[in-house]
């Protein structure tokens, strides 16, 4: 038996020629929140993404059919990394009929953190962006951390007699990743490049003698923004696998209404 719908004429009006002759650039679906599956530290673990899917449209073409986009993200299934990104960035713009687009998806992923003294376990959250995109017929796929550190100044220990001033800043991290098929970054690599940089690391529970060695190990390690950047960019230079990037630091200044920021990119 024919399903009720079969039988009806509903017309394709998103496949009609457009007279305008203007071509989209992209155009798309923003803000789309999907579940999604990473490996990060060897483990897969579940979280929800904001996604932004888009194409680019030819000048005779009037739309897009925006529901592909969706039905794309419904069929993911397997844990997403930078080689099944660009794998799947191929497979929906087949199913767009598009040979340019891009694929971004934001969220929170967690490491499991040992405290450095008493060995207290206990989760960080951290900030994870996946890109992949096509453009002129060249593909390139980007990950993306935000990694909250603490970094305490050079300039504050050295003029006082006794304490620094020191804040919480946030290193973000954004890497192409020249082969996405061999050699994977992993998200706790991409961590550790702004984790090792900073006066410290943080984490999210401490007892009072894993407070102490925190606040001493920053006072013996202070960073300007600027040392901190560097340090982080000279790692990411020692990597093969990495090609363009882009390092942030942003120190949420603790003596004043103001964050002092600092970047540097390659490529």
């Not at 004429?9 to 457009?18: F, K, L, N, V, Y």
């Not at 030819?58 to 739309?63: L, T």
């Not at 901190?228 to 630091?249: E, K, T």
Request: proline share 4%; charged share 25%.
């Amino acid at each position: 038996m024919n399903h009720p719908t079969e039988a009806l004429h509903i017309p394709d009006t998103q496949s009609e020629r457009d007279e305008r002759h203007l071509a989209i650039q992209r155009v798309g679906v923003k803000d789309v929140r999907y579940p999604l599956t990473l490996k990060v530290a060897g483990a897969e673990q579940s979280t929800a993404a904001l996604w932004n899917l888009d194409v680019a449209l030819p000048a005779d073409k009037k739309g897009t059919h925006m529901s592909r986009f969706v039905a794309w993200l419904d069929g993911q299934s397997q844990a997403l990394d930078a080689a099944a990104l660009s794998r799947e960035l191929g497979l929906m713009l087949d199913k767009l009929q598009a040979t340019e687009g891009r694929i971004e998806a934001k969220f929170s992923f967690f490491i499991r953190k040992r405290a450095p003294v008493s060995g207290l376990q206990s989760l960080l959250d951290y900030q994870g962006a996946l890109v992949a995109e096509r453009r002129h017929g060249q593909s390139s796929v980007w990950a993306e951390v935000g990694v909250p550190v603490k970094s305490l100044c050079p300039c504050s220990k050295e003029i006082s007699d006794y304490g620094a001033h020191n804040q919480r800043s946030l290193v973000t991290i954004r890497v192409e990743i020249l082969k996405p098929d061999t050699a994977p970054i992993e998200w706790h690599e991409l961590v550790r490049f702004a984790e090792g940089a900073a006066s410290s690391e943080i984490w999210p529970m401490l007892k009072r003698a894993d407070e102490k060695w925190v606040t001493e190990r920053a006072y013996e390690n202070p960073k300007f923004v600027e040392d901190l950047v560097r340090d982080v960019a000279l790692a990411l230079n020692a990597d093969a696998r990495i090609g363009r990037y882009v390092v942030d630091v942003e120190n949420f200044e603790s003596i004043h209404n103001h964050s002092a920021w600092a970047r540097i990119e390659r490529g």
